[in-house]
């Protein structure tokens, strides 16, 4: 599985809209991109998923350019509990193996 | 709750000892997977069951460490000889996962905590 980079933290403020990038220069044809969210004491949290171009949901959007080398969650007007571990993964769409490699992660804190 | 669910929450044990997690998977997931985790890292993949058959086993994995899904639902990891690196929060994760789809989205339990002494 392709291999991600990604700032080990972040500071931001309430009201704020937090870009979080990875780097993942290695990343396959068949891979997909995919956001996890840790709180302290808790399993990670599925947040969003994509391939290329642009996706967005309830929580986050994900900016995907064509070539794929990278990618950046959008975290529109954090608040306090938006403080979290988030995670960049990356792996093939019909990977039979299914399990998720995760790198150390960046660890977003929102202040008020 | 229908979220995936593990058992204890936290344990404590001398080293020597063994011990043993229960995790109980959504409902009808045919995947299961064991991550392990300490402090300042992400979690690391240790094995994985689609209904009760094992199909990986990371090398993490050492021969004390074994992990069983019986009937398909739930799975239980056990850890004999416990030792001092053990220590860590152990993770369970399910998925329903089909063949070609594009998303197999895995759902974390709160996981747990283990601490050797």
């Known amino acids: 599985l392709a291999k991600t980079t990604q700032p080990i933290s972040m500071d931001s403020y309430e009201g704020q809209e937090v870009n979080i990038t990875c780097s993942h220069n290695n990343i396959a044809t068949n891979d997909y991109i995919t956001w996890y969210q840790q709180f302290p004491s808790q399993g990670p949290r599925f947040i969003i998923q994509g391939y290329k171009t642009k996706v967005t949901n309830e929580v986050a959007s994900l900016f995907i350019p064509a070539d794929r080398k990278s990618s950046t969650l959008s975290l529109p007007r954090v608040s306090l509990s938006d403080t979290a571990v988030y995670y960049c993964l990356v792996g093939a769409r019909d990977n039979q193996g299914g399990k998720l490699i995760f790198g150390q992660g960046t660890e977003l804190s929102v202040k008020p | 709750d229908t979220g995936v669910s593990q058992d204890p929450r936290h344990k404590i044990t001398k080293r020597g000892q063994n011990v043993t997690f229960r995790c109980d998977p959504i409902s009808e997931h045919n995947r299961l997977y064991w991550y392990r985790q300490t402090l300042g890292q992400g979690p690391e993949f240790l094995t994985y069951?689609?209904?009760?058959?094992?199909?990986?086993k990371s090398r993490l994995l050492s021969d004390r460490f074994s992990a069983e899904r019986p009937k398909g639902s739930f799975s239980t990891l056990e850890i004999q000889r416990t030792e001092q690196g053990d220590s860590a929060m152990y993770l369970c994760?399910?998925?329903?996962?089909?063949?070609?789809?594009?998303?197999?989205?895995?759902?974390f339990g709160p996981g747990t905590r283990l601490t050797v002494l």
């Open positions: 069951f689609q209904n009760e058959a094992q199909l990986e």
């Open positions: 994760a399910s998925s329903s996962w089909t063949s070609g789809r594009a998303l197999d989205t895995q759902y």
